[in-house]
């Protein structure tokens, strides 16, 4: 069974910062699959927030692009989320997930809030 946690979320000042992550364990070869972070807001849909595929090109939001950044260790089968000079929009639920053709897998989210 596979189980992602993510981990490093919490409420922060507009202008901080906070370093998300999400630990993969149980029967997946981590290396395999593309990772990404999703966020979702309270009333609105799913979003994506970041992409890094398998060989380690990434891809963003344009809302948080020059902000944000996404990097894997596939030794630890953890993939990170580098959230810098956040602001009250990206408060959400930030939920991880790991995908390969057609198997899914999603964390059960960490909450960030964004307030002064």
């Known amino acids: 069974q596979v189980q992602l946690v993510e981990s490093g979320g919490g409420l922060v000042q507009p202008g901080g910062s906070l370093r998300l992550s999400c630990a993969a364990s149980?029967?997946?070869?981590?290396?395999?699959?593309?990772m990404a972070w999703y966020h979702q807001a309270p009333g609105k849909q799913r979003e994506l927030v970041a992409v890094?595929?398998?060989?380690?090109?990434?891809n963003y939001a344009d809302s948080v692009k020059g902000r944000f950044a996404i990097s894997r260790d596939n030794a630890k089968k953890t993939v990170y989320l580098q959230m810098n000079g956040l602001k009250s929009e990206d408060t959400a639920v930030y939920y991880c997930?790991?995908?390969?053709?057609?198997?899914?897998?999603w964390g059960q989210g960490t909450q960030v809030t964004v307030s002064s």
């Open positions: 149980g029967n997946l070869f981590f290396s395999n699959y593309n």
């Open positions: 997930k790991a995908f390969l053709a057609a198997r899914i897998y």
């Open positions: 890094i595929t398998t060989g380690g090109s990434t």
